[in-house]
């Protein structure tokens, strides 16, 4: 009975956690759920793209970022990150420069700790 209300308390923010505005793609970490929906989509090689985003349950601070573990680099450019109100958020800024996996990374941080939700990305 203890862990069905420990799992259901747990999952309660996630169930809350919304991004309006259609399709979400969603990340799981160990405390975290993150949306996001990328402006434009799908993505292509070299374009711009903007990332809408929720952090579930709201954290302190966030980042975003991409890179490709397999060629040891990440992107030629640095996101700004906007709060936009209740745990929701606007990277604009973002760019893959070229064909291969990236993976999207979201650094949450909140008190004393910081957890990773990444999203591997494929573009050909």
């Known amino acids: 009975m203890r862990a069905l209300l420990v ?5 309660a923010p996630a169930a809350a956690c919304e991004l309006p505005g259609g ?3 969603k990340i799981q970490s160990a ?9 434009p989509a799908p ?7 903007a ?5 579930c349950p ?17 992107m030629n450019y640095r996101p700004t990150v906007t709060a936009t109100g209740e745990g929701r958020y606007r990277a604009d800024g973002l760019m893959l420069h070229m064909a ?24 050909e």
């Open 43 to 49: 993505l292509k090689v070299g374009q711009h793209f």
């Open 51 to 55: 990332v809408d985003f929720a952090v």
């Open 31 to 39: 405390h975290y759920l993150v949306l996001y929906r990328t402006q």
């Open 23 to 25: 399709q979400a793609h």
């Open 100 to 123: 291969g996996k990236w993976e999207l990374v979201f650094e949450v941080r909140a008190k004393d700790s910081v957890e990773r939700a990444v999203q591997v990305i494929r573009l």
């Open 58 to 74: 709201a954290p302190e601070s966030v980042r975003i970022d991409a890179g490709m573990p397999e060629h040891k680099h990440g």
């Open 7 to 11: 799992a259901l308390l747990v999952a």
